[in-house]
């Protein structure tokens, strides 16, 4: 078998492992979001952690060249998933600081990427995400109590993820809107404010496609690199 032989064979079974795991992905999110609806604690509890964990396996699967920060991001946010089924205060802000890492990783990795470079669009974008930014924060504070700095620390360190990753392309560009839109849903519930019908459903489902758009845009814009340097596709959806 000559070298050229094995070397596709390889990359296409790296591939056809990445599809399964992308596959894996798709199902454990649908049961997540169908347990959410049917109120199931148990299949609920059981696919959460699944989650991030199979998007990072595929990232990782899905081309020789992946981005190193991004498995790591994915994983922290595994983590604050967990923590943050433990239900009390401590593991609640430990699970926000797991977060934290994660969008610390993902705005290092766009910057990296060169997602700033265009200084006015991205002006114009921080300056409306910074208006929105404000205005959300004014309207929860009242209802925050304790919350209130953590939450509008960390809810800041959010809008600069929705801000760079617009730099990316429109998948990451709106992924970063929906991360953010997701964890305000969560941010009205700490206000106690009045729930949106299957509140938990639209919080999970919102997050969900926010990382895989993270996820997805990430990798193609690794994709397009490699595309003009004439090396392997990588299996995106």
């Known amino acids: 078998m000559s070298l050229s032989t094995t070397t596709r064979s390889a990359v296409g079974g790296r ?7 992308l596959t894996g992905f798709a199902a454990t999110s649908a049961a997540h979001l169908g347990a959410l609806l049917t109120d199931t604690p148990a299949l609920r509890h059981a696919t959460k952690p699944a989650l991030m964990p199979l998007l990072a396996a595929h990232s990782v699967a899905a081309t020789e060249r992946a981005p190193k920060l991004l498995a790591p991001a994915l994983l922290l946010s595994a983590g604050g998933d967990v923590l943050l089924q433990l239900g009390n205060d401590p593991a609640f802000l430990a ?12 705005v290092t990795m766009f910057v990296q990427r060169g997602a700033l470079t265009d200084r006015r669009r991205t002006a114009l974008l921080a300056a409306a995400y910074a208006a929105a930014w404000a205005t959300m924060i004014s309207q929860l504070w009242p209802g925050l109590g304790d919350l209130q700095i953590p939450v509008a620390g960390y809810s800041l360190l959010l809008t600069s993820t929705a801000v760079s990753s617009a730099g990316l392309g429109w998948r990451t560009g709106l992924g970063g809107a929906l991360f953010l839109l997701s964890d305000t849903l969560i941010a009205t519930q700490l206000a106690k404010w009045r729930e949106l019908p ?3 459903f ?3 489902a919102t997050y969900i496609l926010a990382q895989y758009l993270l ?5 193609k814009a690794y994709q397009d690199e490699d595309e003009d340097q004439g090396a392997v596709e990588p299996a995106t959806a």
């Open 198 to 200: 299957a509140h938990h």
């Open 202 to 204: 639209w919080i999970m």
């Open 215 to 219: 996820a997805s845009g990430t990798l």
């Open 15 to 21: 591939l056809r492992a990445a599809r399964g795991l």
């Open 95 to 106: 699970g926000m600081g797991s977060f934290a890492a994660a969008h610390v990783c993902y």
